[in-house]
């Protein structure tokens, strides 16, 4: 070796080390807030100043300025075992080191830096450390206590880590994660071999292959990075959950480009989509503002699909953000609601308006008949309009039943006036007696509750077949957040078998409601965001309404008067 290898050789071969150096930094500074990244930009600019430094102390001849190089130099070796280190803490576990903790991991090194210059006690250096006749560099493998501890003990058991730690992710990690893990392993392979090379002292002293080695191993994995960014954002034990997710995932950085997605994507995105900016994915216009869509539709196979997006924005420290887009998608059910719209319209307009149209014909014909018929024929015909006026009522029910599920909105009302008007609204004999003790508390319901209190009322009177007058009993109770309007009254109470069908949110074959009271009051309180409950017996039922409480500071008003609710 040393017959081909002469110090200006060696030199130059030192230098060209630098090189890689400054390619690497190029490529991979504005990416230095990603995970791992800014650690592998400091071990390689170290390992540039290794290369520089070591052909410098072997050029110049001055034994006073090479020994003053090798003052820098030293530090450097323990200064990119710690970046080593910091680098695999990083990039596999994805947790971005803290300030402190990386300060505390640099302390020895530039305690180090500090104690070269000094060398107290020969702590440091030996009196094997000269510089030759020739002008070369010489020293031991080892050194003093301190230079040993610092350099071979912190910085060797740092790299022994560092290693494990790449190695473990290597048998683990999949796709581009163990490549880009297979090239560091590669890279501390290469920084071992050549270290033994030089520590078994098969190079002159005037050369050390170390660095220059570890810079140019170091530009697979910059290249990687640079190519396709560092993909691993989510822990290792996530990775199966993330891959079996049917729903579409996407991972874009800061730019809006794509650096993540799991496999099914791939069916609905088109192929290669890592790399590709988001609005070439999911066209739209919003995307880099603040209006993102929260829906989209897409065409697959000649159909259009809609996906529900869902956007979450995580932060790994130093000013790195990435944004997860999980598309859920919903073809199925805007198909099933766009059936139900159908079906709604036909039973409820078609359907609602031929009934109307026919009952009005019927109670014409019933009319003809009342006053041409016998009296016999004439009770025929008041049975027949007495069942077309309730089903004309039902109806009118429907209509209202329509127009609560429409109306999603919500108003502040005093609970005593909503049902002060629905007393005076309900269409009761004036001879039934309705006692209300109810307490004036506001709260955010729906528009249409004072209905559903008046066909409380109603739907208690009309079914009222007891020998003693209807009466009904109005009263509150209130706890710390929510307000209960019971309304009692002294009838034969409401059958079972209805009370569980509205229970159970379900009508079925065998067991329905008797008309559609009921199911406006339940969607009424629903849609105020309460709670039905209903208890009967033989002496009478209670209905209890429960709704949340609106304390006063929850209330304001604005400058037009107009009644807010701070949520």
């Avoid at 070796?1 to 090189?19: D, R, S």
């Avoid at 766009?338 to 014909?365: F, T």
């Amino acid at each position: 070796m040393e017959t081909w290898l002469t110090p200006n050789i060696a030199i130059g071969l030192m230098l060209i080390g630098v090189a890689p150096t400054i390619l690497i930094l190029y490529l991979l500074y504005p990416s230095r807030k990603t995970p791992g990244v800014l650690w592998f930009l400091v071990a390689v600019a170290g390992g540039g100043a290794w290369s520089l430094t070591y052909g410098l102390f072997t050029l110049v001849d001055s034994p006073r300025l090479t020994l003053m190089l090798a003052n820098f130099f030293w530090p450097i070796i323990p200064l990119c075992a710690v970046s080593m280190f910091l680098l695999s803490y990083e990039f596999v576990f994805r947790r971005t080191v803290s300030r402190k903790t990386a300060v505390a991991a640099y302390v020895p090194v530039m305690s180090l830096f500090i104690l070269v210059w000094v060398n107290p006690g020969d702590l440091i250096f030996t009196g094997q450390y000269y510089v030759t006749a020739e002008g070369y560099l010489h020293f031991p493998a080892f050194g003093g206590p301190l230079k040993v501890l610092l350099m071979q003990v912190y910085g060797y058991l740092l790299v022994l880590f560092a290693a494990g730690i790449f190695v473990g992710e290597l048998l683990r990690s999949t796709g581009l994660q163990r490549k880009q893990t297979m090239y560091l392993v590669l890279m501390f392979v290469s920084l071992i071999v050549a270290s033994t090379v030089k520590v078994l002292e098969l190079v002159p002293m005037y050369f050390d292959p170390t660095p220059t080695v570890f810079t140019f191993t170091g530009l697979l994995f910059a290249y990687s990075i640079y190519t396709h960014g560092s993909l691993r954002f989510v822990p290792t034990a996530r990775e199966l959950a993330f891959e079996n997710i049917e729903d579409p995932i996407l991972i874009l950085n800061r730019d809006l480009e794509v650096i993540d997605t799991n496999v099914t994507e791939s069916a609905i995105l088109g192929p290669q989509p890592i790399g590709a900016h988001v609005s070439d994915i999911l066209p739209h216009d919003g995307w880099g503002g603040e209006d993102h869509p929260e829906a989209i539709q897409l065409e697959h196979q000649g159909r259009i699909r809609h996906f529900d997006i869902n956007e979450s924005t995580y932060d790994f420290g130093r000013g790195l953000q990435i944004y997860v887009l999980l598309l859920g998608e919903t073809t199925e059910l805007r198909e099933r609601e766009q059936e139900l719209d159908q079906v709604r319209m036909i039973l409820s307009r078609v359907l609602r308006h031929n009934i109307r149209n026919a009952m009005l014909v019927i109670n014409g014909h019933v009319e003809l008949i009342q006053t041409r018929g016998d009296s016999e024929v004439e009770e025929f015909a008041s049975k027949i309009n007495r069942r077309a006026e309730t089903l004309q009522k039902q109806v009118r029910k429907a209509r209202m039943l329509e127009e609560v599920i429409d109306d999603k909105s919500f108003v502040i009302e005093s609970l005593a006036g909503v049902v002060d008007d629905a007393v005076a609204s309900a269409k009761v004999n004036p001879a039934v007696r309705i006692h209300t003790d109810v307490e004036d508390v506001e709260i955010e319901v729906h528009p249409k509750l004072r209905l559903a209190v008046q066909e409380t009322i109603e739907n208690a009177v009309e079914h009222h077949d007891s020998p003693q007058d209807a009466e009904l009993d109005m009263s509150t109770d209130i706890t710390d957040c929510t307000v209960t309007l019971l309304i009692e009254d002294n009838g034969p109470g409401i059958p079972a078998g209805e009370i569980e069908v509205i229970d159970q949110n379900e009508e079925t074959d065998l067991e329905h409601v008797s008309g559609i009271g009921l199911w406006l009051i339940r969607w009424i309180v629903d849609r105020s965001n309460g709670d039905l409950t209903i208890d009967s017996c033989q002496d009478g039922s209670r209905v209890c309404m429960t709704f949340p409480l609106l304390s006063r500071d929850d209330v304001a008003s604005d400058a037009n008067g107009q009644t807010t609710v701070s949520h």
